[in-house]
């Protein structure tokens, strides 16, 4: 026998495309912007969906949506999955369609592969395989170096941009005899 569940009920269980993606919403995740080399120059998409995947071989995971002109660019090509600081809503914001006029983009070279500066984080892969996801393409990079730095990162959740929160103190453990 289960047990029974409490608390309030869900807001819904439906399952139109809408209700759906607010649903995903609630789940927060870290921003990342993902920059590779074009035709035309450096080129770069921000992406929430993004996770580590392997520690060997080191792999990650980023999702991108098949209509997005960075699918073909991302085809075969090395990237830098650059993890955005809180104060970098402008550079998220460029990324994802929304050009800002006024942002000078701080392009750094990797190996070859732009990434941006002042990030808390930076992963340089190439590619290891692409997989179909629906309506989006999945694609696997072996990760062949990184950084990090002290920072806040940009969160993003329920459709707007966020920063992490005071630190939740667990109580300490029972000790056990």
Known sequence: MQPALTGSRPQSTGSDTRRLRDCLGRFGSGVSTVTYAGDNGFR?????SFTSVSLDPSLVLISVGRRARACAGLRNASFVVNVLAADQVPLALHFAGRPQSALAVPWLDQDGVPRLDGTVAWLLCRPWRTYEGGDHLLFLGEVQDF???????????????????????????PETA
């Open 44 to 48: 770069g998409i921000t992406i929430s």
């Open 147 to 173: 950084a990090y730095a002290p920072g806040d990162p940009l969160l993003f959740q329920d459709g707007d941009f966020r920063r992490p929160g005071p630190q939740i103190v667990l109580p300490p453990a």
